[in-house]
T-cell receptor, first 119, second 115 residues
Framework: AQTVTQSQPEMSVQEAETVTLSCTYDTSESDYYLFWYKQPPSRQMILVIRQEAYKQQNATENRFSVNFQKAAKSFSLKISDSQLGDAAMYFCAYRSWETSGGSNYKLTFGKGTLLTVNP | NAGVTQTPKFRVLKTGQSMTLLCAQDMNHEYMYWYRQDPGMGLRLIHYSVGEGTTAKGEVPDGYNVSRLKKQNFLLGLESAAPSQTSVYFC??????????????FGQGTRLTVV
């Protein structure tokens, strides 16, 4: 079974600075998807960024980018020019692409990293 | 376009009472999920469904039942609530693997307290 590990329960960053959140995962599959979700105090789960494992290029969405290291099974999220509105819980998630065993349906989540942005 | 809607948003139950949480999605997604979120535990999958009329167990299914009689609705039932079921519950839906948009879309969550 796949597992997702976020080793930083809490992180803090100064406004306008850069912060990197770590995520590692364990899988025997070669094709899969990885996601970062943001959960602000409103509780809503918001997709931040998506990475397909078969793509070598790291995904980027405005101030958010990832460092995807497939061999190391690492998927970190970098937030540049941090803003107060970035304060939230961030979850890393894995979704299988494989159809054998019927496991491609679900997302497996890490335990989350609580990000604080200091003014 | 409402996306994924959960009903209710908040609920307090007494131990032993029963209730049903309703999830509705209007995106024609095949897959639907129920997760629970507890502090320090992330999101854990309770049950899921890969299509109308089908359901299956996730990581933490004990004490819960589900039904998916219509493609757009996924119901989560607690037959006899226990304090250990105090949590925030999230419903989510997604397309199957044939679609590139593979991320899950989430409802706004239901905060359930069992006293």
């Amino acid at each position: 079974a796949q597992t997702v590990t976020q080793s930083q329960p809490e992180m803090s960053v100064q406004e306008a600075e850069t912060v990197t959140l770590s995520c590692t995962y364990d899988t025997s599959e070669s094709d899969y998807y990885l996601f970062w979700y943001k959960q602000p105090p409103s509780r809503q789960m918001i997709l931040v960024i998506r990475q397909e494992a078969y793509k070598q290029q790291n995904a980027t969405e405005n101030r958010f980018s990832v460092n995807f290291q497939k061999a190391a099974k690492s998927f970190s999220l970098k937030i540049s020019d941090s803003q107060l509105g970035d304060a939230a819980m961030y979850f890393c998630a894995y979704r299988s692409w494989e159809t054998s065993g019927g496991s491609n349906y679900k997302l497996t989540f890490g335990k989350g990293t609580l990000l604080t942005v200091n003014p | 376009n409402a996306g994924v809607t959960q009903t209710p948003k908040f609920r307090v139950l007494k131990t032993g009472q029963s209730m049903t949480l309703l999830c509705a999605q209007d995106m024609n997604h095949e897959y639907m999920y129920w997760y629970r979120q507890d502090p320090g535990m992330g999101l854990r999958l309770i049950h899921y469904s890969v299509g109308e009329g089908t359901t299956a167990k996730g990581e933490v299914p004990d004490g819960y039942n589900v039904s998916r009689l219509k493609k757009q609705n996924f119901l989560l039932g607690l037959e006899s609530a226990a304090p250990s079921q105090t949590s925030v519950y999230f419903c989510a839906s997604s397309y199957s693997r044939e679609f590139m948009n593979t991320e899950a879309f989430f409802g706004q969550g239901t905060r359930l307290t069992v006293v």
